[in-house]
């Protein structure tokens, strides 16, 4: 120390000490700051950034420059990234021409453009967030929850989605789509967000483990193999009615035609 | 004229009786299967090819019965069914269709088709047949002794007539009169009253205003519910059946009558529609529309359930509600008017109708 307390007065002695100590500074913040923190802003400004880019040439001739909504389509402020990442998670949107009903076609865009502009959406307004595969899996359910499962499914969907989740009509050219081949997830959100006319059903009135139950109903009834010969879609008696009209009354009315024939004659 | 003294008329001209020339038969052309051997054999094989391929038909039906087993399948594009039911079904089908066409086969080729004419006998017997049966009825009229003991006669008619008193009286008797009394405690009420708490329907959990979104539909029934059982229950949950809504305030219309029947855009309605009684829960969350799916009558939720379409004559009964202490949704009164099916009866004054305020 005496080394030190020597050179104390020395000319370099003050610019040195401010060195050591803004390096001890910095060495200290290096150690405690939360640098993984930093790195995550930068990404989640960055995909904000992307989705707003995409959300600019894709969503906003309907939606908006800035999400507000106009006559072609709703404000997106406030809808969450739940919203978006249904609509476009099942090809609804970008919607291909106005129309009675948002159809569910193929998706084009990849799931991290979606994410993109789920978090930009998600940034304008607090919204439904993107559920957690935990609450949506329909998994590890006992009998008696995916009957309940039924009993819900029964009690709050079927009327508009059928008894077997395969759809039905709606007023005006809507329709209300099959559940078949639907996503839990897309299940899910549907319930909590309530796209187009859907009604919404809230954690209020459908906790997280009624949706789940309902989710593990759909999920064992679409898998249960259909052995009763031509399902006709499943849509009830309007197909079934419809085919024992065609097909049915339509051979009879054949034979009949051809009892009552002459047939063909040697001159 | 009597079909006696029918005659031919072919190729007689018109009269005023009969305007119409008979065109008489048609000219007989004879089949291939009469003029040409080989084809008449034909028609002979193919008959009996039908019929013979039948037992065939038959014993496979009983070895595909025996043989195939019962958790067998057919996948087959969209046909998937048990292998068994498939077979059984086309041999057994196939068998009985073929016995059908080798008949219509044999009378259409084989039979003799040579059309000819019967005429029609008349209808009224000879008069020596009508006066002798009607002389054998007066006699067993006289033999009877209900010419000159009449008093039997009276009274069995009055024993028969008596008898079916009992039976009116116990066929009258199986139901419920419908009286004006009976249908005000049964049919036109239900078991909403002041303050029962809206539950969901399944789970019976009761519902928070606060929990209610904009768009949100919940079924639901009242709490009380369960203080009956059994058929009663089943009776009571038909007729309280509900559904709870909300909606915008901003976007709605509601009459000054019914400021207070909601609370801040929730509103309730009888799930049972008022044509024939089918439950609605079709709600349409944006245009406000609830759909009976039976008939196709659409309510206006947000216009105090008036029909904007379709069969029902009457508005949804609504039901006025509030919230508790505790901030869950109760009934603030029972429903106003008997909710259900229309009936003869049913007194619609009260009904809300369009521009009623």
């Known amino acids: ?267 | 004229m009597s079909g006696h003294d029918q005659v031919e008329r072919v190729g007689v001209a018109p009269t005023p009786e009969f305007p119409i020339p008979d065109p008489g038969l048609e000219e007989h052309n004879p089949r291939w299967s009469d003029v040409d051997p080989a084809a008449g054999r034909r028609a002979y094989a193919q008959v009996v090819g039908m019929l013979a391929a039948v037992p065939i038909l038959a014993i496979t039906f009983v070895v595909i019965y025996f043989a195939v087993p019962r958790d067998m399948y057919v996948k087959l594009g969209p046909l998937h069914a048990n292998a068994q039911h498939v077979g059984l079904g086309l041999t057994g089908g196939l068998g009985v269709l073929l016995i059908g066409l080798a008949c219509i086969h044999w009378a259409k080729q084989i039979m003799g088709d040579e059309e000819s004419i019967d005429y029609r006998h008349p209808a009224r017997s000879s008069d020596a047949d009508r006066a002798a049966v009607a002389a054998e009825f007066r006699k067993g009229v006289e033999q009877s002794g209900l010419s000159r003991r009449g008093l039997i006669g009276a009274s069995l008619a009055g024993a028969l007539g008596i008898v079916a008193v009992p039976a009116v009286v116990l066929l009258a008797d199986m139901g419920v009169w419908p009286t004006k009394g009976k249908r005000a405690v049964t049919i036109e009420t239900t078991i909403w009253a002041e303050g029962v708490r809206i539950v969901n329907d399944v789970d019976f959990k009761p519902i928070k205003a606060a929990d209610m979104e904009i768009g949100q539909l919940v079924n639901g029934e009242p709490k009380s519910l369960k203080e009956f059982e059994g058929s009663l229950q089943a009776t009571e949950r038909a007729k309280a059946a509900i559904i709870v809504v909300r909606m915008d305030p901003q976007s709605i219309k509601i009459p000054d009558s019914r400021k207070d029947w909601q609370v801040s855009g929730i509103l309730c309605y009888s799930k049972i529609c008022t044509h024939v009684g089918c439950p609605i829960s079709l709600w349409e969350q944006q245009t406000h529309h609830l759909l009976c799916p039976c008939h196709q009558s659409t309510f206006d939720l947000g216009e105090s359930g008036i029909v904007v379409f379709g069969p029902a004559a009457r508005s949804l009964p609504q039901l006025p509600i509030t919230v508790d202490k505790d901030g869950y949704l109760v009934a603030r009164q029972g429903f106003t008017v008997p909710v259900g099916p229309s009936y003869f009866e049913r007194d619609s004054r009260h009904d809300f109708q369009k521009g009623d305020n």
């Open chain 1, 1 to 267: 120390m005496r080394f030190l307390s020597r050179r104390r007065r020395s000319p370099g002695a003050k610019p040195l000490t401010l060195l050591f100590a803004l390096f001890l500074m910095g060495a200290i913040y290096s150690v405690v700051s939360p640098a993984q923190q930093v790195a995550a802003d930068t990404t989640k400004d960055a995909q904000i950034a992307q989705g707003k880019a995409l959300f600019d040439v894709t969503c906003s001739s309907c939606h908006g420059l800035n999400a507000e909504g106009g006559s072609q389509g709703p404000s997106l402020i406030g809808v969450g990234a739940a919203s978006v990442d249904f609509q476009m998670g099942t090809g609804r949107m970008p919607l291909a021409h106005p129309g009675a009903q948002a159809v569910r076609k193929p998706v084009t865009y990849t799931a991290d453009e979606i994410a993109a502009i789920a978090a930009y959406v998600a940034d304008l307004a607090p919204g439904p967030a993107i559920p957690d595969p935990e609450v949506y899996s329909g998994e590890g359910l006992t009998e008696e929850e995916i009957a309940r499962g039924g009993e819900l499914f029964r009690t709050n969907c079927s009327a508009c989605h059928n008894f077997e989740g395969s759809g039905g009509a709606l007023p005006g050219g809507k329709y209300a789509p099959t559940l078949k081949g639907v996503a839990n997830r897309h299940i899910y959100s549907a319930i909590r967000i309530g796209p187009q006319q859907m009604p919404v059903f809230s954690k209020g009135a459908l906790t997280d483990a009624d949706v789940n139950e309902i989710i593990g109903y759909l999920n064992q009834l679409h898998a249960q193999p259909s052995q009763g010969g031509f399902d006709l879609g499943g849509i009830g008696p309007v197909s079934e009615g419809f085919w024992g009209w065609l097909v049915g009354m339509g051979s009879l009315v054949g034979v009949a035609i051809w009892l009552a024939k002459k047939g063909a004659r040697a001159k």
